[in-house]
Nanobody, 125 residues
Framework: QLQASGGGLVQAGDSLRLSCAAS????????MGWFRQVPGKEREFLAT????????SYADSVKGRFTCSRDNAKNTVYLHMNSLKPEDTAVYYC????????????????????WGQGTLVTVSS
C-alpha cells in the first residue's frame, strides 16, 4: 500500500515536497515512480528511481526543477518540487513495481503494479 502526502495550494515559484510512504518490508526491492494527472488528460510521467536509488530519470517537463529521492530505511520516496508553475497543477501519484534488478526503471504507467491514492497540488499564478 502506498500513501502519498504533501500536496496543497502554493503560489507560482514556491516549492513543495511530496512524500509517498509504503507499507510492508519489500520497499527496497521496488522501483518507484511519480506521475501526475489533470482531468481529461493521460497520466504523465515525472520521475522514476531504481530500487537502490542509483539511477533516477526525469521527464523533460520537470528536469532541473523536480528532484526524486528515496529513503529505504523509512520506506519512503520523495518528490521535491521547486519553481512551481500553474501548469504543474495536478493530482500527483506515486507508483511501485517489484523488481529483481537494481537497475530497472520505467517511464510507463502501465509497468507499475501499485499506486497511491494521489495528492492534489494546486499552483496559483
Amino acid at each position: 500500500q502506498l500513501q502519498a502526502s504533501g500536496g496543497g495550494l502554493v503560489q507560482a515559484g514556491d516549492s513543495l515536497r511530496l512524500s509517498c510512504a509504503a507499507s510492508g518490508r519489500t520497499f527496497s526491492s521496488k522501483v518507484m515512480g511519480w506521475f501526475r494527472q489533470v482531468p481529461g488528460k493521460e497520466r504523465e510521467f515525472l520521475a522514476t528511481i531504481t530500487s537502490s536509488g542509483v539511477r533516477i530519470s526525469y521527464a523533460d517537463s520537470v528536469k532541473g526543477r523536480f528532484t526524486c529521492s528515496r529513503d529505504n530505511a523509512k520506506n519512503t520516496v520523495y518528490l521535491h518540487m521547486n519553481s512551481l508553475k500553474p501548469e504543474d497543477t495536478a493530482v500527483y501519484y506515486c507508483a511501485a513495481k517489484t523488481v529483481s534488478s537494481v537497475y530497472y526503471s520505467s517511464l510507463k504507467a502501465d509497468d507499475y503494479d501499485y499506486w497511491g491514492q494521489g495528492t492534489l497540488v494546486t499552483v496559483s499564478s
